[in-house]
């Protein structure tokens, strides 16, 4: 009782103090506003009152906690007092500081605590940090200096966004290969322990889970276009499961890889794993045809059915069919929809029967190739009728909000060592994991 008392009177006098802030801030706009009343006046004089109030207060504050010893990190011994070293600090203002600096001459280290009780060791404030690398993860580095010197009025250049943002996006990837290591053994199975989930008695979320996998290029400074894999983790529906073990449905998560396609791989199954997509009664793969993705799913999820994506079968068949070169007749229109309808229906040995007796042109035999080797994952009329997507457009738009929007602008060349950070950067934000698993990362790097 009386602890709920103290914790009362505590907010009574937090509450006065902010009632006289109140008055002293009310009066200041009134002096300050030149008697210009209007909202937009109001709000401008209000920024230059908080303004100067950070940097006063800040000034204050380190003026009050600049440690005046400092212990060496490195041998313990008691640090020399070198000088006040001049620093500037961009946040919502730039702060000019004048910190005290030492130096331990056993171990010849430099250091300015007052920084490190800041926590602010490399120039920029968390937030500041977290909107560089906002900025510049999704638009070209010199728009987004211009954008924040617009919006925010705060001067960096597009040389100090792109280090930022890069360094910020090697941090992301590197948590993502510290989850892999974690997940997955050398052999690239998932390691016995994470599998007790196979098995146990968690029931089937009663929901259609798909993974989508497709590789796109990005042109590099040293080897011209290169490619990038990519993949999407989505569900049917919007339903929530009460079982505690279950997660959101009707999320997307992306995930890219500018690597081996081994290694990337590795990236799929451990970001299926954090998806729980093997906990999906209903489980999809599709894919355009490329080999490694259907060695991918035989690996790491058997129980799926894969789809080869409806759209490039019809490009294949369309292509075949062009390819013959016949005049627009009635009777050739109805051949045509009878192919189309025997593949909307899954009927490919009546396709490739049909083919084999025409015309043996490059793009008919490349059809025949096509439908033989994905035969078995071209069930279109029973994926259908059990409520599957057949087409691979989630990857496709994948693809251009990943990579395109941000990669693939007019003239644009990428270091290949710093594709891997824009392209996690996007990957995680786009998936909804930029509150959870990046925010953290600014404050750690501020």
Not at 53 to 60: C, F, G, I, V, Y
Not at 75 to 82: D, F, R, S, Y
Not at 403 to 410: D, G, P
């Amino acid at each position: 009782m009386e602890l709920s008392n103290e914790k009362q009177q505590i907010g009574n006098i937090l509450s006065d103090k902010e009632e006289k802030i109140l008055e002293i801030l009310t009066e200041l706009i009134q002096i300050k506003g030149g008697g210009n009343f209007t909202l937009s006046n109001i709000e401008q004089t209000t920024t230059n009152i908080f303004n100067t109030l950070r940097k006063e207060s800040l000034n204050r504050i380190s003026q009050e906690n600049d440690p005046k010893e400092c212990l060496c990190p490195c041998c313990g011994t008691k640090m020399k007092i070198v000088a006040k070293k001049k620093i500037r600090i961009i946040g919502l203002v730039t702060y000019a500081l004048n910190p005290r600096y030492f130096n331990c001459p056993k171990c010849n280290r430099y250091e300015r605590p007052l920084l490190k009780i800041l926590d602010c060791t490399s120039g920029f404030t968390a937030e500041i940090k977290e909107y560089i690398v906002l900025l510049g993860q999704r638009i070209p580095f010199n728009e987004a200096s211009i954008w924040l010197k617009q919006l925010l009025k705060v001067e960096v250049s597009h040389e100090t966004i792109q280090e930022i943002t890069e360094n910020i996006g090697k941090e992301v990837h590197n948590e993502e290969v510290k989850q892999i290591d974690k997940l997955i053994d050398k052999d690239g199975n998932i390691k016995p322990k994470y599998r007790k989930e196979w098995a146990s008695n968690i029931p089937k979320i009663d929901d259609t889970a798909y993974m989508q996998l497709d590789g796109s290029m990005v042109q590099t400074r040293e080897d011209g276009w290169k490619e990038v894999k990519s993949g999407i983790l989505f569900t049917e529906s919007s339903k929530m499961q009460p079982d505690k073990n279950h997660i959101m449905l009707n999320r997307k998560d992306y995930f890219s890889t500018f690597d081996k396609v081994d290694i990337f791989k590795k990236r799929a199954a451990s970001a299926a794993y954090d998806f729980r997509f093997h906990l999906y009664k209903n489980q999809a793969g599709l894919g355009d045809g490329a080999p490694w993705i259907w060695d991918y799913y035989d690996k790491y999820h058997p129980e799926a059915t894969q789809i080869l994506d409806y759209f490039h079968a019809s490009e294949y068949l369309g292509n075949a069919f062009v390819s013959l070169e016949w005049e627009k007749t009635e009777e050739n229109s109805a051949i045509k929809e009878k192919l189309f309808t025997w593949l909307h229906e899954g009927e490919i040995n009546k396709i490739i029967q049909y083919l084999i007796y025409t015309k043996q042109t490059t793009e008919i035999k490349n059809c025949i190739r096509y439908f033989e080797n994905n035969i078995s994952r071209m069930n279109y009329g029973e994926y259908r009728r059990k409520g599957f997507n057949i087409g691979s457009g989630a990857i496709e738009s994948a693809h251009r909000t990943i990579i395109q929007c941000r990669m693939k602008l007019s003239g644009m060349y990428w270091g290949k060592a710093n594709v891997q950070s824009i392209i996690s950067l996007r990957s995680a934000y786009l998936s909804g994991k930029w509150e959870k698993n990046i925010k953290k990362l600014f404050k750690k790097a501020a």
